[in-house]
């Protein structure tokens, strides 16, 4: 089955669109180290009633799969349709999407309550100014009192969140009124951010919820106490102890890696650990046992999301996305991996073994069989963090450097741009980029946001995506793997404005700021709905009617099943590289293909090609500025490649 790709080229290059990547696997193949490609082939045929989502095994009466298009059974033995199965499975996959992000929220909240109780050590508040401001949105009266009483304050209401005591979640009303007055309407205003997908797995119990449309529309509430809960204090909280993000230049791709350092790299999510870990590497005593072991010093480098978090706030060099996991392994050049949660295969110690490289888990609820545990405690941080940096220190004199190749050459890339910086870019106050749209300069903005996948050639969605967006003058959002993706391609300087259309070009060239915006990790795309909340707000509309889409070309998680639903929630078309297990159930496509526009103002797509996922983007564009009474084009975008 294609998934998005009609790259031509060998075999190595039809797996991923960069030099690094390619250079790695070809080492692999040399030397037989299994890769998730290899995997991948090893599971072909891949099973079609799951790849359908018509096989249930939620209980003992099951396992079962229907036949909705064939002859086979139609129901399940409790009675259950392809309707009935298809929203359960999506149902559920929101609701692990969603508590991996709210748990990860719930984490940092708890660090960031004990630091208000002044029992952690290597924590800060850094950014007090959004501290206080979160404090007012929050009805925390915080005059004359001191940041950390604010701080404990601003946690109990948080933690309450969580919980089930309220009717609405604090953020929510940072959406525009139109929208939280739809969502009342229609039932699906978050209330309790772990309450949600607890209510969902239990209505997806056999005999609970039976009717499709009822389970879909609690998706839409699960995904949402996500995007504005969970993920929301997530990163709100994170700027506050890490510092709010400003636009910072740094490097990308396995260049980064120093044949003559200590190499370190960070990959998970939570920016709890990898924060400490920037702290402690830059201890002398380490640095200088790093110079006695005969290195010139210690280089860290992230990956994935927790990789973001550093690039964000602190400029730290990134190594790769998803894909890269077992990659940066084979350079032979790095000497620890410390992993916290979510996207770590597993497969990464079995790739660590054919090195001298150290896999260090750290989070008790992700222990990796083969890895080295050392138990993270906010309350001792900052030496646990000197331990795991030393272990790397260690390693390094195991490595053997005729083993070491590290390809090409890092590529420079902006990031930082949290909303605040961009407002600020823009003078305190979204109003330049409202004139921009109105004036047709920039025709919209499009958060192209999530993974990769091995089905799909490594970034070409992202960046070809990408690449006709800002050729059509759309302004581009990125966060996750697609953020690093882009990253790798040079899009992301300002010199990058040259790639624009004219419009788009002008704008960032007057601004320097590139035509791709890095916005943060995968809890960070609750910045894009902050910014568009704020310019719905300001032009006195709903979210919905802005000119504004979503897409993830290459996505595989169950949390960027979450983050597409409550972008769609929200309010934004979002459009799909890989397609999600839901096409057993024709009623559930056409809902949410078609009959989501009239319920929330938006809808889903699925498209492989990225050429024709920009075409679908640019004409749904130029339809919301129609409906906004702007100056708007007709005809389809400009196509490079219709040549
Ligand atoms: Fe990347 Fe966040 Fe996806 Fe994982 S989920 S593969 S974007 S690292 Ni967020
Ligand atoms: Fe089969 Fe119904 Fe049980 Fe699912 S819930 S396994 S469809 S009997």
Same mark, same amino acid.
């Given at each position: ?36 490609? %290899? ?20 209980? @003992? ?147 609970? =919820? ?20 969970? @993920? ?12 709010? *993000? ?12 120093? *044949? ?23 201890? *002398? ?64 110690? =079995? ?8 896999? /260090? ?13 050392? @138990? ?31 390809? %090409? ?8 741009? @949290? ?50 967006? /800002?050729?059509?003058? /759309? ?66 509309? %709903? ?9 993830? *070309? ?27 297990? /839901? ?13 989501? =526009? ?46």
């Amino acid at each position: 089955m294609a998934q998005g790709t009609a790259v031509m080229g060998t075999d190595i290059e039809r797996l991923s669109l960069n030099q690094d990547a390619r250079a790695m696997i070809a080492r692999a193949r040399e030397e037989g180290i299994e890769t998730v490609w %290899d995997r991948l082939a090893a599971q072909q045929p891949q099973c079609g009633y799951c790849a359908l989502g018509i096989s249930c095994r939620n209980c @003992s009466m099951g396992p079962c799969r229907v036949d909705p298009f064939g002859e086979g059974p139609q129901k399940g033995v409790c009675g259950a349709d392809a309707d009935v199965i298809v929203a359960r499975n999506l149902g559920r996959t929101i609701a692990a999407g969603a508590s991996a992000h709210s748990d990860h929220g719930r984490d940092i909240l708890e660090v960031f309550a004990e630091l208000a109780g002044g029992v952690t050590e290597g924590y800060a508040i850094r950014d007090e100014a959004k501290l206080r401001a979160l404090a007012e949105e929050w009805g925390v009266e915080s005059d004359g009192l001191e940041p950390a009483e604010i701080a404990q304050e601003l946690a109990d209401l948080m933690m309450e969140d969580y919980g089930t005591r309220r009717s609405r979640l604090g953020f929510a009303a940072r959406a525009p009124q139109q929208r939280t007055e739809l969502w009342d309407k229609l039932g699906i205003t978050p209330r309790g951010i772990d309450r949600e997908s607890v209510e969902m797995l239990h209505r997806t119990h056999m005999g609970v =919820d039976n009717d499709y449309v009822n389970t879909l529309l609690h998706g839409l509430r699960t995904s949402l106490s996500d995007g504005w809960g969970g @993920s929301m204090i997530a990163t709100e909280l994170s700027d506050v102890m890490f510092g709010t *993000p400003q636009p910072v230049v740094s490097k990308v791709n396995l260049g980064v890696l120093k *044949p003559e350092c200590v190499n370190i790299a960070l990959h998970g999510h939570n920016p709890v650990l990898s924060d400490v870990i920037l702290q402690a590497s830059a201890d *002398p005593e380490l640095v200088q046992l790093a110079k006695e072991k005969g290195a010139a010093g210690i280089n860290l480098v992230g990956l994935c999301c927790t990789g973001n978090e550093l690039q964000m706030r602190k400029g730290i060099p990134m190594a790769g996305n998803h894909l890269m996991q077992e990659l940066v392994l084979l350079t032979g050049a790095l000497d620890a991996m410390i992993v916290d949660y979510q996207c770590i295969m597993p497969s990464v110690v =079995d790739v660590a073994k054919c090195f001298h490289t150290v896999i /260090i888990s750290t989070a008790d609820k992700a222990k990796f069989t083969g890895a080295t545990h050392i @138990s993270f405690d906010p309350h001792r941080a900052l030496a646990i963090g000197k331990d795991i940096v030393r272990r790397g220190v260690e390693a390094y004199a195991n490595r053997n450097p005729e083993r070491v190749r590290i390809p %090409d050459e890092a590529v420079e890339m902006m990031a930082g741009f @949290s909303v605040e910086a961009i407002l600020g870019a823009l003078g305190g106050t979204p109003e330049p980029l409202v004139e921009a749209i109105k004036a047709g300069k920039i025709r919209g903005a499009v958060g192209v946001v999530g993974c990769n996948n091995p089905k799909v050639q490594q970034d070409y969605g992202h960046v070809r995506l990408t690449q006709r967006l /800002i050729e059509n003058d /759309i302004l581009v959002l990125v966060t996750g793997c697609s953020a690093i993706a882009n990253g790798k391609a040079g899009q992301m300087m300002p010199a990058s404005a040259k790639l624009a259309g004219p419009g788009l070009r002008e704008v960032c060239e007057s601004l320097g700021i590139p035509p791709v915006l890095h916005m943060g990790s995968c809890v960070d795309n609750v910045r894009i709905l902050v910014l568009a909340a704020a310019l719905a707000k300001f032009l006195g509309v %709903d979210i919905s009617q802005l000119p504004l889409a979503g897409a993830a *070309p290459e996505w595989y998680s169950e949390k960027a099943v979450s983050i597409g639903t409550y972008v769609v929630a929200s309010g934004i078309f979002t459009v799909l590289g890989v397609q999600p297990a /839901i096409f057993g159930s024709r009623n559930v496509v056409k809902l949410l293909a078609e009959g989501l =526009d009239d319920v929330v103002g938006a809808k889903f797509a699925v498209e492989a090609d990225p050429e024709k996922a920009a075409a679908l983007i640019c004409r749904h564009i130029e339809a919301k500025r129609e409906a906004l009474g702007l100056e708007h084009r007709d005809r389809g975008p400009v196509l490079a490649s219709a040549a």
